[in-house]
């Protein structure tokens, strides 16, 4: 009997426990600790790795601001991680140094990022760079003497730049300014006049231009995430050398084309590049890129991989220099790109047999496996590939998000998000096996809260592919009781959720801890599966999405627990698109929230900037006939007039993402029409308001679809 006894003495306090828990609060986003950027030194004795927190603004009340830190921790020791860079000076792009002895990274001086170096042993960080065009990504030789590091430069900079373009030449492209050639633009030393000549009248133009009071547009591409820029940018690599400082960077690249630097040989002799594969086409017109390796001490590109029509990209190299893994993907089209390992020697390549898009790629010091991550069935999952059997092997499971890694001779560190806590770092060995959680970033405030867990199902759609959903009872949800539901949606349309996606951790916490169950789906067209299942809602947004995500509800429904008369809906982006799309087909909603969504498919074309979807979903452009057939369509605000659901509407005043004029027309077309709606505007907010923007901003909105739900649930 005695076991027995202690049985239910164990569960009385456990239960006790649990009813002494709260729920996640809405303020509790501002206690969540995010870890990332983890990197072994060269030598495997040490670790790095970034915290981001959020804090309250000394000046403003009210205001939450992020704040970055690196820690440094000594591998295969139990030692305590130590701060090395002050939270308050973002430090961010940090590489290691060969001989694992220094760190580089860089900081915001004076509106520019610049380098600094800080050695292992103590003492102050060190600026290494003042550059006029700012300072990113750096990265050191193998052999310590020289650091390679990015810089935007525009394109008339980059014109007038004595060093990097010493014979004033103009881009081979056409500038596509109308009747205009690009010598009439540059080569004009005219005054300007307003009432001369027209080479003078031309220059007064063009400092208008400058002095900001006029944006000219001749390029395709004129939409950044907030403001519209008439202006082109190049990434250009440079070299600063470490043996004599301070030294003057050097440019190791010119031309009016980017290259993205990728790796350092490590015979220290030249770099692993991408670049566009044709300097003629204009940048906003080109799908197409190649793989190059560059002398350190200059001289022309050597092409190393590239393809009519084809996106080729460097993704690392590994430690002997012997093996390069790389991406190809069509550059038109919806399509999961293929990864391949490729021999410098033998010039054999390999594809790795896994259809998923990798991220993250680290060779093991032996040269005979290469580490990556990639999305897939609702997790961000580790895996390793050895090019000898071409065997892929998981490493992490689906239920949780390898959010960054690195390896040494003999074990792995990496951050992690899972379903009890948003983000910690762990070490584990080569397997992953045993891992020990290392940080205690979110622990703490977690110890008294009460979470929700989400469970996942499946079921075959009509078009026989499975679809994987994950339910969330709410939190202390008691049996035989009735609770409001609440389906949740993803955006992209190519995106992915799940239990190892972070960005909706406290989100759904927050819903569930409310009393609300949360359904969430992959439906077809979503990432982190097969190209078939990501090309499922190819010219089909709506109705075939809008039938995978019900039908997640309705299953969800008959396990008896959710009420049916308080049932809600709501998504980001493309999710605002479907939720719109759903509630002017069903009724069955008690209230609705669109955020930051396209509306017309045919404005979108105009004002976003991630117009290409269009075309490529759609098979054309809104003045075609039968593209712009389908775009109506396959348009939500086709089917306004539909709409009886009440709804909240929100949207970045700066999002260009999608734009902003067809949230405007969807609200004043409900207003015309008499149904319940509100609009929310965020001064300032991009498409990246709920992940990454304003903080109090990202609680207004989640505090106000709440307020805006709880009217209607009664």
Excluded at 40 to 59: C, L, M, R
Excluded at 364 to 378: D, H, I, P, V
Excluded at 552 to 578: M, P
Excluded at 631 to 659: C, K, M, N
Aim: aromatic share 12%; with cysteine.
């Amino acid at each position: 009997m005695k076991p027995l006894i202690f049985i239910i003495l164990w569960l009385f306090v456990q239960n006790a426990s649990a009813q002494n828990k709260e729920r996640v609060l809405l303020s509790d986003l501002y206690q969540i600790k995010t870890a990332s950027n983890v990197k072994f030194s060269p030598d495997g004795k040490w670790y790095v790795y970034n915290v981001q927190s959020i804090v309250a603004n000394e000046a403003k009340t009210g205001e939450y601001d992020y704040q970055r830190q690196w820690f440094l921790v000594a591998a295969g020791l139990s030692s305590a991680p130590r701060a090395i860079t002050n939270q308050k000076e973002n430090s961010s792009n940090v590489c290691w140094s060969g001989d694992s002895q220094q760190l580089f990274f860089t900081r915001v001086v004076k509106g520019k990022s610049q380098i600094f170096k800080l050695p292992l042993n103590g003492g102050e960080a060190v600026q290494l760079t003042d550059f006029q065009y700012g300072a990113e990504r750096p990265m050191v030789s193998k052999d310590g003497k020289t650091l390679f590091f990015s810089a935007s430069l525009s394109l008339d900079e980059l014109e007038k730049d004595s060093v990097m373009n010493p014979q004033k030449m103009s881009p081979l492209w056409n500038l596509e300014k109308p009747e205009v050639t690009a010598d009439e633009i540059y080569t004009n030393s005219a005054k300007g006049n307003p009432d001369g000549s027209l080479k003078e009248i031309r220059a007064y133009l063009q400092q208008n231009e400058k002095e900001k009071k006029a944006k000219v547009f001749n390029r395709l591409d004129f939409q950044d995430e907030a403001v519209t820029n008439p202006e082109l940018n190049f990434t250009q690599i440079f070299t600063l050398s470490l043996v004599h400082l301070p030294a003057v960077p050097v440019p190791l690249t010119s031309g009016f084309y980017s290259y993205e630097l990728i790796a350092v040989s490590p015979d220290n002799k030249s770099i692993l590049v991408n670049a566009d594969l044709n300097p003629s086409v204009h940048p906003d017109r080109s799908m197409e890129s190649a793989i190059y390796r560059l002398n350190i001490n200059g001289g022309k590109p050597e092409l190393i991989l590239s393809g009519a029509g084809q996106q080729f990209k460097a993704t690392s190299i590994s430690g002997d220099g012997n093996w390069m893994s790389f991406t190809q993907t069509p550059g038109k089209g919806i399509n999961i790109g293929k990864t391949f390992v490729y021999n410098f020697k033998s010039k054999e390549q390999f594809q790795v047999p896994l259809e998923r898009n990798f991220s993250s790629f680290n060779w093991n010091k032996e040269n005979t496996q290469l580490y990556f991550t990639a999305s897939s069935n609702g997790g961000n999952v580790l895996y390793s590939y050895k090019p000898a059997d071409h065997a892929v092997k998981r490493l992490s499971a689906f239920d949780s998000g390898i959010t960054s890694f690195d390896i040494n001779k003999t074990q792995m560190v990496y951050s992690q998000t899972n379903t009890s806590d948003p983000s910690e770092v762990f070490t584990a060995d080569l397997l992953n096996k045993n891992p020990k959680r290392i940080t205690s970033l979110n622990t703490g405030w977690l110890a008294g809260k009460k979470l929700s867990y989400p469970v996942k199902k499946t079921f075959t759609n009509d078009q026989g592919m499975e679809v994987e959903y994950w339910v969330m009872k709410p939190a202390g949800a008691e049996a035989g009781q009735k609770y409001p539901v609440m389906l949740e949606i993803h955006g992209g349309p190519s995106a992915m959720w799940g239990p190892g996606e972070s960005s909706m951790w406290h989100e759904f916490q927050y819903y569930t801890g409310l009393g609300y169950g949360v359904v969430y789906a992959n439906p077809r067209g979503s990432g982190g599966y097969n190209e078939a299942f990501l090309r499922a809602n190819v010219k089909d947004w709506g109705a075939g999405p809008m039938r995978d995500v019900i039908k997640a509800l309705d299953l969800t429904i008959e396990e008896g627990w959710a009420d049916t008369t308080k049932q809600f809906i709501t998504g980001g982006s493309y999710a605002g698109y479907l939720t719109t799309w759903i509630i002017s087909h069903t009724n069955r909603f008690k209230a609705a929230c669109a955020q930051r969504g396209v509306y017309d498919l045919n404005t979108f074309f105009g004002e976003g900037n991630a117009w290409r979807l269009v075309p490529e979903y759609f098979g054309g452009y809104p003045w075609e006939k039968e593209a712009g057939k389908l775009l109506r369509a396959e348009s939500p605000f086709t089917y306004v007039d539909q709409i009886h659901t009440p709804l909240i509407i929100f949207h970045g005043e700066t999002d260009l993402r999608t734009g902003v004029v067809q949230s405007e027309m969807l609200y004043k077309a409900l207003k015309v029409l008499g149904r319940p709606v509100e609009y929310v505007r965020h001064p300032g907010g991009t498409h990246e308001l709920t992940r990454s923007g304003n903080n109090r901003q990202r609680a207004d909105q989640m505090l106000r679809t709440m307020e805006f739900f709880e009217r209607y649930k009664q």
